[in-house]
Nanobody, 119 residues
């Protein structure tokens, strides 16, 4: 019943921007923590950002990425600016009762959206 659908990924040049969307259904996302994670080939899934009553960011994206929510649309966004090749990964959104950098603390996950940063 709980579903999350990511969108907005694509191919961008270094220094470019993308806005990812996480559309929720089956629950009101404003009552949950929503996290963004990413996974590059051969690497573990890592936390990128999370929003609850406050917003948190991994050090690697701090100052470049901004997480936000639109409660009317039941959607959480991740604005990604000044993108670097090392940002290349599949990006996932997920729900938790509280924000956490740990994958295990999140329950429902979307299918992911590919972000590729390359010239």
């Amino acid at each position: 019943q709980v579903q999350l659908v990511e969108s907005g990924g694509g191919l961008v040049q270094p220094g470019g921007s993308l806005r990812l969307s996480c559309a929720a259904s089956g629950f009101a996302s404003r009552y949950h923590a929503i996290g963004w994670f990413r996974q590059a080939p051969g690497k573990e899934r890592e936390g990128v950002s999370c929003i609850s009553s406050t917003s948190t960011y991994a050090d690697s994206v701090k100052g470049r990425f901004t997480i936000s929510r639109d409660n009317a649309k039941n959607t959480v966004y991740l604005q990604m600016n000044s993108l670097k090749p090392e940002d290349t990964a599949v990006y996932y959104c997920a729900t938790s009762i509280r924000c956490s950098p740990r994958v295990r603390d999140f329950g429902s996950w979307g299918q992911g959206t590919q972000v590729t940063v390359s010239s």
